[in-house]
Nanobody, 114 residues
Framework: QVQLVESGGGLVQAGGSLRISCAAS????????MGWYRQAPGKQRDLVAS???????NYADSVKGRFTISRDNAKNTVYLQMNSLTPDDTATYYC????????WGQGTQVTVSS
């Protein structure tokens, strides 16, 4: 079973930046399109960014121009650089394949204060 370990979350002021990481235990990581999802309390889990095996990226409108997804296949790791954060970005962030094929990790909490 693939293990996903998210890290790097924390408390940041509005307008600040944060980079979160997700390491996967899957040896074929490089072949998978990966995504970052987020879930705020009482809301559904939504895909906010994805990156294909060839590094093509896509973003939800709510984060476009502020967030950047990247990957390091040598480290089986996907990153999310988040800039110009707002309180609306407060959520638990998870990574998974773009189709949510693997078991979810514990996520990493991002809290943006106003």
């Amino acid at each position: 079973q693939v293990q996903l370990v998210e890290s790097g979350g924390g408390l940041v002021q509005a307008g600040g930046s944060l980079r979160i990481s997700c390491a996967a235990s899957e040896g074929t990581f490089r072949l998978w399109s990966m995504g970052w999802y987020r879930q705020a309390p009482g809301k559904q889990r939504d895909l906010v960014a994805s990156i294909s095996s060839s590094a093509k990226t896509n973003y939800a409108d709510s984060v476009k121009g502020r967030f950047t997804i990247s990957r390091d296949n040598a480290k089986n790791t996907v990153y999310l650089q988040m800039n110009s954060l707002t309180p609306d970005d407060t959520a638990t962030y998870y990574c998974n394949t773009a189709g949510a094929s693997w078991s979810w990790g514990q996520g990493t909490q991002v809290t943006v204060s106003s």
